[in-house]
């Protein structure tokens, strides 16, 4: 299980509402959605989390090492053991190992399980402290998935229905791609 937090957009509503050339504020709250929707798309495409956020994640508790699913992680802040009552208790620091490798991978591993069948991960994950530290290549296509979006709303516009995103897009958010094996 993975909770994450809201973190600000990569771009804001005046940038989305230029690139698409709406001035009046009627669009606003659907242009919102649409950078929303945007930049997670973004992140699922490049498989990283782009500005920091904090994140729980609940794994088996476990000797073995285990990948936490968001990257690039900056911290791991708390480790905790479940019980099968679902009761969490903060465990020692000897009772767990953690390690942040240099892919941006965070990882937890039980030395001391005790009781627990599941432990809970605090942590913090995101390439970027705020939207201006987010590359640009990532921004701009983000906005240029935006203007798709509002162009192609009700169907019409770039492409009819069901069209595909602009080539452009993909070929702007693909070199921070990354892809996992296993």
Request: net charge negative; proline share 5%.
């Amino acid at each position: 299980m993975l909770v994450s937090g809201i973190s600000e957009p990569a771009v804001s509503l005046p940038e989305a509402q230029a690139f698409v050339r709406v001035e009046r504020g009627e669009e606003e709250a659907l242009l919102a959605g649409m950078v929303r929707t945007a930049s997670a798309l973004c992140e699922a495409f490049t498989n990283r989390v782009l500005i920091a956020r904090s994140f729980t994640e609940t794994l088996a508790a476990s000797g073995e090492w285990q990948r936490l699913s968001l990257s690039p992680v900056r911290s791991i802040d708390a480790v905790d053991g479940v019980g099968l009552d679902g009761s969490a208790v903060a465990l020692a620091a000897g009772a767990y190992a953690v390690d942040i490798d240099a892919s941006g991978d965070g990882w937890v591993r039980l030395i001391d399980a005790g009781s627990a069948t599941r432990v809970r991960v605090l942590a913090t994950a995101g390439m970027a402290s705020g939207s201006n530290e987010v590359p640009e290549p990532l921004r701009h296509g983000i906005l240029r998935l935006v203007g798709h979006l509002f162009a192609s709303r009700d169907g019409g516009g770039v492409g009819g229905p069901g069209s595909e995103p602009p080539a452009a897009v993909t070929a702007l958010w693909r070199p921070y791609r990354r892809m996992r094996l296993s």
